[in-house]
């Protein structure tokens, strides 16, 4: 079995008091998570705690497929969970988070998500995003109404999809190849949107260690208006985790 070495980051960033993200790195399991939380403080914070949570109680056998229906399941009892919190304690209101949850069994990997956290994957020099965002302008990419460059033009933070945000949670789901020395990134858009790609991938080349704390070092060195959160995980090598 391939093994992956993996570091792990949360920070309220550089204007917010409160820190609304939260992140599963669990290697030995295969599995790493993102969410992002919605809602106001108290209710971000809730719902992505509880899906991190809920998902590192998981049990995750060594098939694939019951791996991923598994997390599925988990992820949609959280979706119920949140909405009768929202209706019990927060007077309706949405109590939602995103969520981005990378597996891997030997050289395939599977990545679930809903809203706009992402996963990147970087092969040699070439960096791939493997999740699509879920708001307004991917939406729009994807039926043709736009072009990449329109859509990186009107960037939004309005998300169409969450745990918690609507009676039935859609995800999607990417199946992918995996190779020795691939890294892949998990992150909240508090991370993305504050730095390049280019200094993405500069930063993923280093040891994982490295690689994580310069993330996070170049994202607070600017406004970092939100919170940042971010999963850097490398296939082969030693079984590390941090």
């Known amino acids: 079995m391939m093994q992956w070495s993996a570091a792990s980051h949360t920070h309220c960033g550089n204007s917010r008091k409160n820190n609304q993200d939260a992140v599963l790195c669990s ?3 295969g599995l790493w998570v993102v969410a992002d939380g ?42 119920d969970h949140l ?15 995103t969520v981005v949850a990378f597996i891997t069994r030997g050289e395939v990997g599977v990545v679930l998500w809903a809203g706009d956290s992402r ?11 493997i999740t699509r965002d879920h708001n307004p302008i991917s939406d729009l990419l994807d039926t043709g109404a736009v072009s990449e460059a329109e ?36 992150c909240s858009d508090g991370l993305y949107r504050e730095i390049s790609t280019q200094d993405i991938v500069t930063s993923l080349r280093m040891e ?25 995980a490398r296939a082969g090598g030693e079984h590390v985790e941090f």
């Open 83 to 97: 909405r009768r919190h929202a209706q019990i304690h927060c007077d309706g209101n949405v109590v939602g988070s």
């Open 208 to 232: 994982v260690a490295e690689a994580a704390e310069q993330l996070l070092d170049n994202c607070l060195s600017g406004p970092a208006r939100d919170n940042v959160s971010l999963v850097v």
């Open 27 to 29: 290697s030995a399991q």
């Open 119 to 129: 996963l990147y994957r970087l092969r040699g020099d070439a960096i791939e995003q």
């Open 151 to 186: 859509a990186i033009e009107a960037d939004t933070h309005i998300i169409t999809r969450a745990v918690g945000g609507q009676r039935d949670l859609h995800l999607d789901v990417a199946v992918f190849d995996v190779c020795d020395g691939d890294t892949m990134l998990l």
């Open 38 to 79: 919605m809602g106001g403080h108290e209710a971000g914070e809730y719902a992505s705690e509880s899906i991190a949570q809920s998902l590192s109680e998981v049990t995750l056998s060594a098939n694939l497929s019951d791996c991923v229906d598994a997390i599925e399941d988990r992820l949609l009892e959280v979706n």
